[in-house]
């Protein structure tokens, strides 16, 4: 059987469940919770001596539960490097515990770093895996479920259009584009997450296959994850992402910071197309897929800055040095950088 009739079939199992009809409205506490991410950086890049203030976000989500089977989100981002986006819009059904049916528009399960919010991410930019190897929000539905062996184990599977966020209204489609994650909190702070996706941009489907594991006790965080890409009928080069990285939180007494935190990560890519055609830089169907993003490794190092406030705030300092291959033409904001980005959560 074929993962797309595991998911139709698990999606009609859930359907078919039912709902308890008791009223339960009065013990769930509706009140609508409100959050929010600001990040402000601003970046020099060291060998074209050129710099620059951003708004990277400044998110706003509101979400709560109706009942205690029914809860939703909305999340919108006012300022995505200058572009308002609509991110998270979603109902959530709990019919039993553990297990959950989720539609409209969200982040595939997919990876470990490209579906961390901006808040929890460890550097001021992110991997090449979580920004463009594996970077994907639809509009679709998805089923988890959660449960223990010993220890916690969630699996995630989803089926989306396709259509990204903007081309929702007029799009038809019988191409199914799917994702699955599966999550092992293994005791004593390690885990495994692996995760497969299947994605169609334009006419050649693209296979993803993801493998990762962390280690998060005693304020450290290590963790690494390798990202395999497979363009179908071999029209482009199978594309490799690593993303490998450590941080140490060093508590501080008497001070301003609560914390400081070291961290260092190494990350690569090889050749990498979005699986879209193109003719003279264009999109285009008389094309073919071309290279969005050369090869290139990058070495990250820098601190971070913890202040406890009623309000969660970062300050991060990042150095960023890349590594490109001969022939490679680097975008205006992949070179050598340094980066000052001040992070608020409320």
């Known amino acids: 059987m074929d993962v797309k009739s595991l998911l139709l079939m698990a999606f009609a199992m859930l359907a078919a469940m039912p709902i308890s ?7 769930v506490d509706r009140t609508p919770k409100v959050h929010g991410t600001i990040r402000g950086k601003y970046e020099y890049q ?28 909305v999340e919108i981002d006012l300022s995505d490097e200058g572009q308002i986006k609509m991110l998270d819009t979603y109902t959530r059904l709990k019919p039993v515990r553990g297990l959950d049916f989720t539609i409209g528009q969200m982040r595939a399960p997919f990876t470990i770093d490209a579906h961390r919010s901006p808040h929890l991410q460890y550097f001021a930019n992110r ?7 594996g970077n994907v929000r639809d509009v679709g539905a998805t089923v988890g479920y959660s449960f223990n062996v010993g220890f916690p184990i969630i699996l995630q599977a989803g089926m989306f259009n ?16 799917f994702s699955a994650k599966a999550q092992f909190f293994f005791p004593r ?16 489907s693209v296979m993803m296959y993801d493998a990762g594991a962390y280690y998060h006790a005693h304020g450290w965080h290590a963790e690494v994850e390798y990202l395999y890409k497979h363009y179908g ?25 609560t ?22 830089g264009e999109e285009d169907t008389a094309g073919s897929l071309v290279i969005n993003d050369y090869q290139r490794s990058r070495i ?10 009623p309000f969660v705030s970062d300050i991060r300092l990042n150095y960023e040095k890349y590594f490109y291959r001969d022939g490679a033409m680097p975008k205006p904001s992949e070179r050598d950088k340094i980066v000052v980005e001040f992070m608020t959560r409320f």
């Open 21 to 27: 009809a008791e009223d339960d409205s009065d013990k």
């Open 46 to 73: 060291t060998e074209e001596g050129e710099g620059r203030f951003q708004v990277r976000n400044a998110r706003v989500s509101l979400d709560g539960d109706l009942t205690k089977v029914v809860s939703y989100k």
């Open 127 to 133: 991997s090449f895996i979580a920004k463009q190897v």
């Open 162 to 177: 396709g259509s990204g966020l903007t081309d929702q209204k007029d799009f038809w489609t019988n191409n199914v584009n």
């Open 189 to 204: 702070g390690f885990n495994l997450t692996l995760s497969t996706q299947k994605i169609k941009p334009d006419n050649v």
């Open 233 to 257: 009928h071999n029209a482009f080069d199978a594309v490799h992402a690593l993303d490998a990285f450590v941080s140490y939180d060093i508590p501080l007494r008497k001070c301003f910071f």
């Open 259 to 280: 914390k400081i935190s070291p961290v260092l990560r190494y990350d690569y890519m090889s050749d990498h197309s979005d699986g879209k055609r193109y003719v003279d």
């Open 300 to 309: 990250t190092g820098g601190l971070t800055f913890s202040l406890d406030l």
